[in-house]
């Protein structure tokens, strides 16, 4: 019959799946980190935005992208 895994299928190894679980809660905190900058530039009653700082947005232009991106890796 037909099968789910291969015969030879092997489980990540467990430190494969510490450092996957690691990147994803540091990809994700750091995406709401970078969301919390991102709504802060506006102030209020104007139209103006700011230049984010700080975090990640220090070495990456689009530092909620890159989080989210290694959310998905992890």
């Known amino acids: 019959g037909w099968q789910l895994y291969s015969p ?3 489980p990540p190894a467990k430190l494969m799946r510490i450092i996957g679980l690691l ?3 540091v990809g994700e ?3 709401w ?3 919390q900058i991102l709504a ?3 102030r ?3 139209r103006e935005r700011g230049i984010p700082h700080g975090h990640a947005f220090a070495w990456f ?3 909620n992208y890159t989080m989210e991106i290694l959310a998905w890796i992890g």
């Open 8 to 10: 030879n299928y092997q």
């Open 23 to 25: 990147a994803f809660v």
């Open 29 to 31: 905190w750091g995406n």
């Open 33 to 35: 980190h970078c969301h």
């Open 40 to 42: 802060r530039l506006r």
């Open 44 to 46: 209020p009653g104007s």
């Open 61 to 63: 232009s689009c530092a």
